[in-house]
């Protein structure tokens, strides 16, 4: 389950030259920090100095927050471990701010980092102290170039499961892979793993492109719940409110959680339709 090690000798600035493909496997490194929001209105007013601090870094990828209820979520990749480190000690200070025990205006739930066993190695001095869980990159693809920037307006479906049978899963993730890069509006899609939990990291250009998405797997993912393979904890979908609204009556019935984008975001990648 470990997954597949990949050589980045490169520093960040090299792996993110004008033009260059985005780990085309799926290889990149994601950071997925979760909090709850003591008092919504302060934290809110902070985002936008996470944002202009991010924008500077060379190895981020995409940056922006959703936020569901009390819940805050922080959308944002990079292109590797090293540029992970460089962005929590770029934004230190105002993590300090926000998560202070006596005046912060949220706290910490969790935080996990998905990306290539290779990669994860370089934080974990960094993250553990924060507790942070690792998912190591299985397979996926990308459709994604660096090197401009683009709208932080597209949508993430994130579901987490149970591995019940690993050999069985492990048969046919690749079948979900090559079934969905026949989909015209999928940006990345791929698994990580991490002990019995299976996420899948996947993004699409649009409401109307996860519902199409949805349509071509779940007549494949449902004999894996049914038959006990793997077990759904949970589903979220995150990007602009008019999108969430489109997706609803596929996603209700799935117990979906809806995160919607709050404030101001950057992408700073293309792709073949934005």
């Known amino acids: 389950l470990e997954g597949r090690k990949r050589d980045r000798s490169c520093n960040v600035e090299e792996e993110v030259a004008m033009g260059s493909v985005l780990s085309a496997d799926c290889g990149f490194c994601t950071v997925q920090p979760r909090f709850t929001l003591k008092d919504k209105e302060r934290a809110v007013e902070m985002l936008a100095a996470f944002v202009d601090a991010t924008r ?49 205006p949220a706290s910490l739930d969790s935080i996990a980092i998905h990306g290539p066993a290779v ?28 090197g401009r ?41 791929g698994w990580t793993i991490s002990d019995d939990k299976v996420f899948c990291r996947e993004a699409y250009r649009d409401g109307r492109a996860v519902d199409d998405h949805l349509k071509n797997v779940l007549g494949k993912l449902g004999p894996l719940l049914d038959s006990g393979v793997l077990e759904l904890e949970s589903f979220e979908i995150h990007g602009p409110e008019t999108e969430l609204e489109k997706v609803k009556p596929t996603c209700d019935p799935l117990g979906a959680q809806y995160f919607a984008i709050e404030g101001e975001g950057f992408a700073k990648f293309a792709t073949s339709f934005f």
């Open 149 to 189: 920037e683009s709208p932080h307006s597209f949508c993430t479906i994130q579901p987490t499961f149970k591995l019940l049978k690993a050999d069985e899963f492990l048969e046919v993730a690749g079948n979900f892979v090559n079934d969905t890069k026949k989909e015209a509006g999928c940006i990345w899609y």
């Open 56 to 104: 500077s870094e060379a190895g981020c990828v995409y940056y922006g927050f959703t936020v569901c209820g009390s819940k805050l979520f922080c959308r944002e990749a990079y292109v590797s471990g090293d540029a992970v480190k460089a962005h929590l000690e770029n934004v230190g200070s105002l993590l300090q701010t926000l998560l202070d025990e006596n005046n912060g």
């Open 119 to 146: 990669e994860l190695d370089k934080v974990r001095e960094m993250c553990d102290p924060l507790n942070a869980t690792y998912f190591t990159f299985h397979s996926g693809f990308t459709n994604v170039y660096l």
